[in-house]
């Protein structure tokens, strides 16, 4: 049986499942975490008081079945200049939202079976690792939900994607396709190629 220090991982995240999956007691974990200061990041998730949090990564270990996306993901690869002022992430139709909608998560949804398109694994500045969607998949998201982006944002992303050296055109029009809206994309890559 593991000991609770050993279950606090590199970042100084301890999750409440892990400890009472590794056998400790639910009493002797808040013990431990009232004794060294650690502090509730999200619902079975706490944090050490000598860590940075990383919010993307503790969003998502509270959303395991979403992917950043969005504002996040532009920001992540560089499409725009400015951080979000919130937190993105997409997930599945009729998945329960309402605790992350009340932290201010900004949350977009999808088919279930369009969730996973264009989902990769990158690291956070903290090096975490967590879902979020590649730079093509990014693109299609913004032209589909383009009224929830400002104008200028829209326009850079749009920019900085047709100059940017790892976008694939071919899984772009893919995706496009998958959410029938090829013939947009289509015209505002004539338009900025």
């Known amino acids: 049986m593991k ?4 279950l606090v991982d590199s970042s100084g995240i301890i999750l409440t499942r892990n ?3 590794s056998g400790i007691s639910k ?8 004794q060294n200061s650690f502090e509730k990041a999200a619902q079975g998730i706490y ?3 000598a860590a940075w949090a990383d919010d993307l990564y503790v969003l998502s270990l509270r959303c395991p079945k979403g ?3 969005h504002d996040e993901a532009l920001y992540h690869y560089g499409l725009i200049d400015r951080e979000p002022s919130q ?3 997409t997930v599945y139709t009729g998945y329960s939202t309402s605790r992350l909608v009340k932290d201010g998560v900004k949350l977009f949804t999808v088919k279930k079976e369009l969730l996973n398109l264009g989902k990769i694994i990158v690291p956070t500045s903290f090096g975490h690792e967590i879902p979020m969607y590649d730079i093509d998949r990014t693109i299609c998201d913004l032209i589909r939900n383009r009224n929830w982006f400002e104008i200028q944002d829209y326009q850079t992303a749009l920019q900085s994607y047709t100059r940017n050296q790892n976008k694939d ?3 772009l ?3 496009a396709k998958a959410f029938h809206v090829d013939a947009k994309v289509r015209e505002y890559m004539e338009v900025m190629l």
């Open 169 to 171: 055109l071919y899984k």
């Open 19 to 21: 400890a009472l999956e």
């Open 3 to 6: 000991s609770i220090e050993q």
């Open 47 to 49: 944090v050490s008081p």
């Open 173 to 175: 029009m893919k995706y």
């Open 67 to 69: 992917v950043i996306s």
């Open 27 to 34: 009493h002797d974990l808040y013990s431990f975490l009232k």
């Open 87 to 89: 937190r993105t992430m």
